[in-house]
Nanobody
Framework: QLQASGGGLVQAGGSLRLSCAAS????????MGWFRQAPGKEREFVAT????????NYADSVKGRFTISRDNAKNTVYLQMNSLKPQDTAVYYC???????????????WGQGTQVTVSS
């Protein structure tokens, strides 16, 4: 199971931190990812992190503003989002898979999503 939390309403330029707690089978996944889906748009890649080595990967649109990290002891992955923009508004999902990929359709395990709204 994946449990995402931390979304909310924030003004442009503000920050939010999302959390994703993994349990059961997902806690042994190789990679964790964050994705987002805005109204009327397809789900898109945001960032991934490998549980063991901590290697990270980011979408160009969030590089330098978002940071993905993990706490292995808590089986939790975080997404620190700074300098938020109205175009970051979306439902954010965490996902887990056995191999690194940026394609949402290849992930088997998903959290329930948390809404992030950035006002201008």
């Amino acid at each position: 199971q994946l449990q995402a939390s931390g979304g909310g309403l924030v003004q442009a330029g503000g920050s939010l931190r999302l959390s994703c707690a993994a349990s059961g089978r997902t806690s042994s996944a190789y990679v964790m990812g964050w994705f987002r889906q805005a109204p009327g748009k397809e789900r898109e890649f945001v960032a991934t992190i490998i549980w063991s080595g901590g290697n990270t990967n980011y979408a160009d649109s969030v590089k330098g503003r978002f940071t993905i990290s993990r706490d292995n002891a808590k089986n939790t992955v975080y997404l620190q989002m700074n300098s938020l923009k109205p175009q970051d508004t979306a439902v954010y999902y965490c996902a887990a898979e056995a191999f690194r990929t940026e394609i949402p359709g290849t992930y088997r395990y998903w959290g329930q999503g948390t809404q992030v709204t950035v006002s201008s």
